[in-house]
């Protein structure tokens, strides 16, 4: 089909048009928010193809990071944050980080997550929620890739969170995903594709 | 544009369409009406509609134009709401002069204007308006987008024109224009 739109309107109309084409632009910010949000209603759940014993080990990774999410992402009394205290000053950051990485990795987008939690870790080592969450995310790289450093940085920083935060009411389990691995074994051959 | 090609509603992926429409939707959608706090809602619920209805999708349009009809769908559906709450359709809460930077400011300034004078037009001529003359695109793409005839959509874009000069100039100017 042509276009054979009308004549352009009168000048002040045509002066009007061409004053307003860009107006109401988005920020990249608010883009990038949406997207997130959309993509957390849409992300399908994603299968992992892991064989033999990793699945089980995959499978109490999963449970960790489910309850996070009812834990709370950045800790509340008793949680995570029983790790090695921040100064004052530097908590909103690190709080504004494990949020953002959260937000990501909830949309599926667990590269960017891992960015972000890794500048949290490299902010402050000593802080608890962000080691965990970088935990998490290795677990999910792992189990997307069958990445064998993936899963190797996963219990690295799933050990460091427990020596982090003992008394954390999830330092049990986390400590059982580290056990876990240390009797696997050969795990690294098993996660080779 | 990324997504025009021949797409089906098994290729046609969600994020890709996002990535290179979301901008377009989102000023469309400020420009038919929906305000700065309810925009981003509108946006998403564009996405979630068209995501929902990708297996309706045949192909025969342009996943873009097939986009731009859920939006101008889901702008009335808010335009609609927000009549019967009697909220001010567009311009969201003011800020503060002394507190807003110059370039935000001034947006704010052009995006009231704009409103101002849209909000003139009957609904189905500002709609037009908004598609052809602000966002460029075809006539007969607006048509598909909006299930009209060509010769309906230019039709109304001659009507929203004249509308439009009315608003700007006042009834005696552009009666001799």
Known sequence: MSDERPPEGPEVVR?????????????????ERVHRRLLARVQPTRRWSLPGEVWAAAAVLAVVVALQGLMGLVGGPGSADAGVAPP????????GLVRQGSDLSQAGNWDG????????????PGYAPCVKHLASVFA????????????????????????LAPSAPDAPQCQKIVDTWKECGNCAETFVP | MLVRSAMSSESLDISRLYAAEARRVWRMLRRLGVSEAAVEDAVQDVFLTAHQSLKRFEGRAQPSTWLLGIAVRVAANVRRSTQRRGVLGVGGPATEPEEAADEALQQQRDLREL?????RLPDEQREVVVLMDLEQLPGPEVAEALGLKVNTVYSRLRLGRAALALALNGPERSAHE
């Open chain 1, 15 to 31: 002066d009007f048009l061409a004053r307003h084409r860009h107006t109401g632009e988005p920020t990249d910010a608010a883009v």
């Open chain 2, 115 to 119: 409103e101002q004078v849209l909000s």
């Open chain 1, 113 to 124: 997550a891992r960015t972000v939690f890794e500048e949290c870790v490299r902010l402050e």
């Open chain 1, 88 to 95: 004052d000053e530097r908590v909103a950051r690190l709080e």
């Open chain 1, 140 to 163: 999910k790289i792992a189990g997307r890739d069958s990445s064998q450093v993936a899963i190797d940085q996963s219990f690295t920083w799933f050990k460091r969170y427990v020596e």
